[in-house]
């Protein structure tokens, strides 16, 4: 089994910083790309920043230049530095992995169970 754990959410005021953390554990070889999503109330659930497994980052256009996506490969970590938050960056934030589980290079896809990020204005 494969779990996904966030952590780093809470409250923050508007133009303030947050950072995320989600750390995989259980039983798997490696990871392929880490993403985290969001998903606001009313709305569908949307991808916000994507990482491979060498580093190469992209992101939303609603969060280019404020927020940064990064990984650690040792640790099984993916992290997401939110600066400059704005109230429509509130939502439950969801870490997504493609994990591979054996020796073969394509993974499944796990989620997080979610953290809260919310921005008062």
């Known amino acids: 089994q494969v779990q996904l754990v966030e952590s780093g959410g809470g409250l923050v005021q508007a133009g303030g910083s947050l950072i995320l953390s989600c750390a995989a554990s259980?039983?798997?070889?490696?990871?392929?790309?880490m993403a985290w999503y969001r998903q606001a109330p009313g709305k569908q659930r949307e991808l916000v920043a994507a990482?491979?497994?060498?580093?190469?980052?992209s992101y939303a256009d609603s969060v280019k230049g404020r927020f940064t996506i990064s990984r650690d490969n040792a640790k099984n970590t993916v992290y997401l530095q939110m600066n400059s938050l704005k109230r429509e960056d509130t939502a439950v934030y969801y870490c997504?992995?493609?994990?591979?589980?054996?020796?073969?290079?394509?993974?499944?896809?796990?989620w997080g169970q979610g953290t809260q990020v919310t921005v008062s204005s």
């Open positions: 259980g039983s798997f070889r490696s990871i392929n790309a």
């Open positions: 997504n992995a493609d994990v591979r589980r054996t020796v073969a290079m394509t993974g499944t896809p796990y």
């Open positions: 990482i491979a497994y060498g580093g190469s980052p």
